[in-house]
């Protein structure tokens, strides 16, 4: 007796298994495509279309989708917002009976992103709501609690995602190729999402470029628990470089925290200068080692600006510069009087001071060593420490052949101007032998030059003078010297 009921009851289960399966693969979810296309336009405003099959699978058990398109909104460019070849989710049955959701993986492969900021500020990725009118309506009231306490997730994968963003206000474009993303455990234990967020996860990039800058080979293992977001290591290449560092995203308070450091072993210096002097004729070589770390609070950049605090360390041996003769430019002084440290720096981006100035200075451009020539650096150091904003020169020099140019001072980040800073060539006691000071702001500098201490000028100017023949009085050798520079260079 007993061993029929347990047959009848074996075939019970299993005629109700294979019927649940007839009905699971026999149920056409594709018909409620419209409705869920629209179920998506109220909430979001965008247009959804499922052009592909949606199914199920059975081992594991889940459910998938093909060709999913998002237009573009209007008032944007024409085609598509997004595309996504395919978008599957597996999940775990039982769990759900216990008021809890585990899903295997939830996989997105063959992405095309298309995010754009209109003229007017607005992103095409901004959700508008429609049809909001009837919904407080048709909405039955109910005190009932959402009683999904815990979500876990073994996997989301993210496979080949290209991303194209365009600024409208800056015609500006950056585009990310070849992304790829992997997180793993997953889990929300509780209502507040954010507190109670853990994860791990590996994220690369073939490549992303901003403008004419590249960056290649990006790399990143991250994790975030206890609201604490932690990035490292962080690689990638720039300017032919290989950079190292580490993001840390502290959400514990109200104000996020954010901890930054990048080391660069070799930053390849001609590399460097075809991207940031526009003069063709001048160019870097060499290289130099930098390292950066960084804090800073805040959400928006103006309050991240005013925070910042930390230091940055730049340094290299044996550069070189092609097209400008720094040694003839500082043993010239008398031409050197006729210009300014201004057009001096801006005729690395221009390639002529007739061009920044808007007037010639005398034909004297190939003459002072601003048209020609090499420069050898035999040490170059920036060590800048920064506090709320407030950048500190507090070891920066550089050393050519027979003279030391230092610069010091401070510099206002969030202001974007200079803060009494002064630049002085230097002679062999570090003393100041010619020196320009530098206020306002970046766009708009005012350099003031100040006195020249008297023997040192005479003894430019005898050696000056002397290649024409001409005599100038001789004039008693002071012996007074103030250090301008107390660095590191010798």
Aim: hydrophobic share 40%; aromatic share 6%; with cysteine.
């Amino acid at each position: 007796m007993g061993k029929k009921i347990l047959i009848s009851s074996v075939m019970a289960m299993t005629i109700i298994i294979i019927a649940l399966l007839v009905a699971i693969f026999t149920f056409n979810l594709n018909k409620y495509k419209p409705q869920i296309e629209q179920k998506v336009y109220e909430a979001t405003g965008k247009e959804l279309k499922i052009n592909g099959k949606i199914g199920f699978s059975l081992s594991p058990f889940g459910l998938s989708a093909k060709n999913i398109i998002i237009k573009n909104p209007k008032g944007f460019s024409k085609g598509n917002m997004l595309k996504v070849q395919k978008a599957a989710i597996s999940l775990q049955i039982i769990p759900l009976l216990h008021k809890q959701i585990k899903i295997n993986y939830i996989e997105f492969a063959n992405i095309n992103l298309l995010v754009e900021k209109s003229k007017k500020g607005v992103l095409n990725l901004a959700i508008e709501k429609k049809s909001q009118k009837n919904i407080k309506e048709n909405k039955p009231k109910s005190n009932k609690k959402n009683n999904l306490s815990k979500i876990n997730v073994n996997k989301i994968l993210i496979k080949n995602v290209n991303i194209v963003y365009k600024d409208m206000q800056t015609k500006m474009e950056t585009k990310i190729n070849g992304l790829n993303l992997t997180i793993n455990n997953i889990a929300i234990n509780g209502k507040d999402i954010f507190k109670t967020l853990s994860l791990k996860g590996l994220l690369s990039i073939n490549n992303i470029k901003y403008n004419k800058y590249l960056l290649t080979d990006i790399s990143a293992n991250f994790k975030i628990k206890n609201k604490i977001a932690i990035i490292n290591p962080m690689k990638f290449r720039i300017f032919n470089s290989n950079v190292m560092g580490k993001l840390v995203y502290n959400m514990q308070n109200k104000k996020p925290l954010i901890l930054v450091e990048e080391h660069v072993a070799k930053i390849d210096l001609k590399e460097f200068s075809k991207d940031f002097i526009k003069n063709k004729k001048v160019s870097l070589d060499g290289y130099v080692k930098a390292d950066i770390k960084l804090s800073m609070t805040g959400t928006s950049l103006k309050n991240i600006e005013k925070t910042l605090t930390g230091t940055s360390y730049i340094q290299g041996n044996n550069i070189g510069i092609k097209g400008i003769d720094l040694n003839k430019i500082v043993d010239n002084y008398n031409n050197l009087k006729k210009i300014n440290l201004k057009d001096a720096g801006a005729f690395l981006f221009t390639g002529s001071i007739k061009a920044v100035s808007g007037k010639g200075i005398n034909g004297v451009e190939t003459a002072i060593g601003f048209n020609g020539g090499t420069t050898a650096i035999r040490k170059l150091v920036i060590d800048t420490p920064v506090k709320n904003g407030i950048m500190t020169l507090k070891d920066v020099a550089f050393a050519i052949k027979n003279h030391i140019i230092a610069l010091k001072g401070k510099i206002n980040l969030p202001r974007e101007s200079f803060v009494n800073v002064s630049v002085g060539i230097l002679n062999s006691k570090r003393c100041a032998t010619f020196i320009q000071k530098i206020n306002g702001t970046f766009s708009n500098p005012r350099i003031n030059k100040s006195k020249i201490v008297a023997n040192v000028v005479t003894s430019m100017a005898q050696s000056l003078f002397a290649r024409f023949g001409k005599v100038i009085p001789k004039i008693k050798k002071s012996s007074k010297c103030k250090v301008f520079y107390n660095g590191s260079i010798k």
